[in-house]
């Protein structure tokens, strides 16, 4: 017997009614276990650059930037750097 793929989609509150739905970069991983985010904040916060940041926690730089985004929309340990995404290493 095949095995049937199904698929559940969650609808954010504040999401529009869609009839034909795609799932942007559906391929990566944008869950993050407690200890990353820590880890990333404290990175982040020692000026590190984020695509260093994504190479030390094994990590796609796009999933990171997500993060990072994530973190900020929160007000979460963001601080405007002089170098921005670049941090000390520019």
């Known amino acids: 017997m095949g095995t049937r793929k ?3 989609v969650l609808e954010p509150p504040n999401a529009k009614r869609r ?3 795609h799932l942007a970069c559906e391929e990566m991983d ?3 276990c407690t200890e990353e985010v820590k880890a990333f904040e404290e ?3 020692e000026g590190l ?3 260093s940041i994504a190479k030390q ?3 796609d730089p796009d999933e990171v930037l997500i ?3 994530d973190r900020a929309r929160r007000n979460k340990f963001i601080v ?3 170098n921005g995404l670049l941090g000390w290493m520019a």
């Open 6 to 8: 199904s698929h559940v």
């Open 80 to 82: 405007k750097r002089q």
């Open 57 to 59: 926690l094994e990590r």
């Open 49 to 51: 650059a984020f695509e």
């Open 67 to 69: 993060l990072l985004i």
């Open 30 to 32: 944008f869950t993050w």
């Open 43 to 45: 990175m982040w916060l």
């Open 19 to 21: 009839h034909k739905l």
